[in-house]
């Protein structure tokens, strides 16, 4: 392999050469350069859909869709009555998120971590042993992807070790389609649950932010949590693994998570003692 490499940039360079020679004028690009690049569109010509505008529908609502249970505030009481015995809760979460991406790859919902998931990727690309909740965003086009057409859906996953398997339900916010950070009732547009324990992740679409975009900001975001963000510290988003299954991250994690925790965030490593 090594000597293969040279060699074969050598023959790459050869050819370059002669076609300069008959085609075009010294300093100019060559064929083959006009060639590669005539068909590379740039990210922003490609990355039309993020910025697609939905209309605001609906008055503002005057309740809550999502509850939290009485019981922990991380469950959904529909599905448990009490939390999970403690040394339970990270391999029940492992299961949700790994549930979770891989679902959101097969049906082509594009989705990605974020905040304190986010710091967890960072350190380990594992969950922190002392979380108890998961955040994830999608676009907006993705959240009436989802509201669409996998509303209400269950998906289940056989797991090693747990009889049965467990399932998932893939629950959207009717509200997702009112758009206001007023609608401070319903700022989670969308759940992924484990029906056998309650627990969930929190589904936020990152939406264009119109109001400052009118002002000057074309690359302004914005979810109805009121976290403002770029198109480019998000996208391109990369590719890399979360527990162990492939997962997209925000192109600009770093910068992200120093906005969100403060760069001390990155660095140090005691928390809580
Ligand atoms: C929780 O408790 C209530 C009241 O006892 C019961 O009606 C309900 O079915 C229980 N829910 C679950 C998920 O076990
Ligand atoms: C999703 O389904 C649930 C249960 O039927 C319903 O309450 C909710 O309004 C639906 N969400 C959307 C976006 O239609």
């Given at each position: 392999?090594?000597?293969?490499?040279?060699?074969?940039?050598?023959?790459?360079?050869?050819?370059?050469?002669?076609?300069?020679?008959?085609?075009?004028?010294?300093?100019?690009?060559?064929?083959?350069?006009?060639?590669?690049?005539?068909?590379?569109?740039?990210?922003?010509?490609?990355?039309?859909?993020?910025?697609?505008?939905?209309?605001?529908?609906?008055?503002?609502?005057?309740?809550?869709?999502?509850?939290?249970?009485?019981?922990?505030?991380?469950?959904?009481?529909?599905?448990?009555?009490?939390?999970?015995?403690?040394?339970?809760?990270?391999?029940h979460l492992i299961a949700l998120v790994q549930a979770y991406l891989k679902t959101m790859r097969?049906?082509?919902?594009?989705?990605?971590?974020?905040?304190?998931t986010l710091l967890a990727w960072w350190w380990n690309q594992k969950i922190f042993p002392w979380?108890?909740?998961?955040?994830?965003?999608?676009?907006?086009?993705?959240?009436?992807?989802?509201?669409?057409?996998?509303?209400?859906?269950?998906?289940?996953?056989?797991?090693?070790?747990?009889?049965?398997?467990?399932?998932?339900?893939?629950?959207?916010?009717?509200?997702?389609?009112?758009?206001?950070?007023?609608?401070?009732?319903?700022?989670?547009?969308?759940?992924?649950?484990?029906?056998?324990?309650?627990?969930?992740?929190?589904?936020?679409?990152?939406?264009?932010?119109?109001?400052?975009?009118?002002?000057?900001?074309?690359?302004?975001?914005?979810?109805?949590?009121?976290?403002?963000?770029?198109?480019?510290?998000?996208?391109?988003?990369?590719?890399?693994?979360?527990?162990?299954?492939?997962?997209?991250?925000?192109?600009?994690?770093?910068?992200?998570?120093?906005?969100?925790?403060?760069?001390?965030?990155?660095?140090?490593?005691?928390?809580?003692?």
């Amino acid at each position: 392999m090594h000597n293969f490499i040279p060699s074969l940039l050598g023959a790459f360079g050869v050819f370059t050469t002669t076609l300069a020679q008959v085609s075009t004028p010294p300093g100019a690009s060559t064929a083959l350069d006009r060639i590669a690049n005539a068909n590379k569109p740039t990210f922003a010509d490609v990355r039309e859909s993020v910025a697609k505008q939905y209309e605001e529908e609906g008055p503002l609502p005057t309740e809550k869709y999502f509850h939290e249970s009485r019981f922990h505030h991380h469950y959904d009481d529909r599905f448990a009555n009490s939390t999970l015995p403690e040394e339970q809760v990270i391999p029940h979460l492992i299961a949700l998120v790994q549930a979770y991406l891989k679902t959101m790859r097969a049906i082509g919902a594009e989705t990605w971590i974020m905040h304190g998931t986010l710091l967890a990727w960072w350190w380990n690309q594992k969950i922190f042993p002392w979380d108890n909740d998961l955040d994830v965003q999608v676009t907006e086009p993705t959240i009436h992807f989802l509201a669409d057409y996998h509303n209400f859906t269950d998906h289940h996953f056989e797991i090693p070790g747990v009889d049965g398997g467990r399932t998932y339900l893939l629950e959207i916010n009717p509200n997702h389609v009112v758009k206001t950070t007023e609608d401070w009732l319903n700022v989670i547009d969308g759940r992924w649950i484990d029906k056998s324990s309650g627990l969930f992740i929190d589904i936020t679409a990152v939406r264009p932010d119109v109001a400052k975009r009118a002002s000057g900001h074309p690359e302004a975001l914005m979810c109805k949590d009121k976290h403002r963000y770029k198109e480019s510290d998000i996208f391109p988003l990369r590719n890399s693994y979360f527990e162990g299954v492939p997962v997209r991250i925000p192109y600009n994690y770093a910068g992200v998570l120093r906005e969100e925790y403060g760069s001390r965030s990155l660095t140090n490593t005691e928390f809580w003692g």
